[in-house]
């Protein structure tokens, strides 16, 4: 596996992982916040973690990041620093719950909601030096169609985008598919439907938001699952634990 490098103009070369395995690349992304995405990300890295994969979690919501909140751990430095230049990933990297490795965002820094090329290789080169141990690598990105989202999506082996029932969260979700499709070159989406009241229901988003992709966009969308919605996420967001924890 290797982290491709991608941009609307060109298609460079890709950048390599170091070590003998090479993880799996996941960007698990949504067109707009509250649908659950973060706590996807730290609930799948945890069960992945439990069936013996070694996971690392990239926390790519650069300026607002939260998954080190959501498992209660406390960073002392973050991906801040290392775009900085004064630490790397292995620096910086936290030890969470069930053994998953973290690499934590910072909070308020809007700057990082759009990377700039220089920030985008040395992210590439830190992740190629430090990931070669890893089965997995999940790349939590924040919301929405800015140039960071975009950027970690389309380096990824696959593209998960989350959505919910509601119908904003659709409408974003596309906008999403189509900025990556088009600008991108993304033929393929993995789609996975969060806080679905039934199946019938997960079953109907998919639908609705499949058939404009396919009309409009020409791309593959691919359903792999939809989770229930479920009292003890609250709970467990409250606790600052992942659910596998309660």
Known sequence: MQLRSKSSASVSEPVRWDG?????????????GGVGKTNVVANVGMALTKLGKRVLILDADLGLGNLDVLLGLVPRLTIEDVLAGTHTFEEIVL????GIHVLPASSG???LTS???????????????????????????GAGISPSVTFFASSADETVVVVSPEPTSLTDAYALIKVLARQYRERRFKILV???????????????????ADRFLHVALELIGAIPDDDYVPMAVMQQKAVLEL
Do not use: C, W
């Open 109 to 111: 820094v809007p700057q």
């Open 115 to 141: 990377l700039t090329e220089s920030q985008q290789l040395i992210i590439q080169e830190q992740l190629a030096q430090f990931s070669g141990g890893m089965d997995v690598l999940l790349i939590d990105t």
């Open 194 to 212: 969060n806080q679905a009241k039934s199946p019938r229901e997960a079953s109907e988003v998919f639908g609705k938001l499949d058939v404009a």
């Open 20 to 32: 003998e395995s090479f993880p799996q690349v996941i960007a698990v992304s949504s067109g707009k």
């Open 95 to 98: 030890k969470g719950p069930a």
